[in-house]
């Protein structure tokens, strides 16, 4: 049973719009959330995250939002950028090791 | 260079023969994770290290797997009796501390095929 759920497999996005990147997670324990970008042949990169005492965090043209009542967090980049076209992964944590979702992959056409 | 790398970055090998994957963590990180990533998956945890010892080694799949870290820097996974179902990328990463606000850096993997 997935614990982080990413249900959209793919986004396709113009560049200078904005992109959101949805996940959903099932385990009320989970009180760290964490987002990676992946490019192909490297491992993933750490992007940004937040704990759940927060409901959002922001760096740069990203921002991530957490609905704890909704178990739901969300990726916005803006503007996107074709640098930005990879695979996102939502991962998440109650003590150290990272529950990851199956990735969203995204594309930036220029 | 500075980050976490892994040998080799591929490995085809025959159904039943043992393997080994290398991990090379950042200088001074304590912690070391190995996660597997099959086709169309997202990353999935196997074994974390503090140090020397196995933190959580709760994610390996069967007594197949086996991970090492002696010097509390290298870390070496073992597979036994490889089968198909084993092949997909094995990634590391490591951590300064290993606490829940650190964060995790990843190799590049090992993508493994058992023919």
């Known amino acids: 049973d997935q614990q982080v759920k990413q249900n959209s497999p793919s986004l396709s996005v113009q560049e200078g719009r904005i992109s959101i990147l949805n996940c959903d997670y099932t385990n009320s324990m989970f009180d760290y959330f964490l987002w990676y970008k992946k490019y192909p042949a490297e491992g993933p990169t750490f992007l940004i995250s937040i704990s759940s005492i927060k409901d959002k965090n922001e760096d740069g043209r990203f921002t991530v939002f957490l609905n704890k009542s909704a178990k739901h967090l969300s990726l916005h980049i803006v503007p996107s950028q074709p640098g930005d076209s990879a695979v996102y992964f939502c991962?998440?944590?109650?003590?150290?090791?990272?529950?990851f979702g199956k990735g969203t992959r995204l594309s930036v056409i220029a | 260079g500075a980050g976490v790398s892994q040998t080799p970055s591929n490995k085809v090998t025959e159904k039943g023969k043992y393997v080994e994957l290398r991990c090379d963590p950042i200088s001074g990180h304590t912690a070391l994770y190995w996660y597997r990533q099959s086709l169309g998956q997202g990353p999935e945890f196997l074994i974390y290290f503090q140090g020397t010892g196995a933190a959580d080694d709760s994610g390996l799949p069967n007594d197949r797997f086996f991970a090492v870290r002696p010097e509390g820097s290298v870390s070496t996974l073992k597979i036994q009796r490889t089968e198909r179902g084993d092949s997909a990328v094995y990634l590391c990463a490591s951590s300064l501390t290993g606490g829940q606000g650190d964060t995790q850096y990843f190799g590049p993997g090992t993508r493994l095929t058992v023919l």
């Open positions: 991962a998440a944590s109650e003590v150290t090791p990272l529950v």
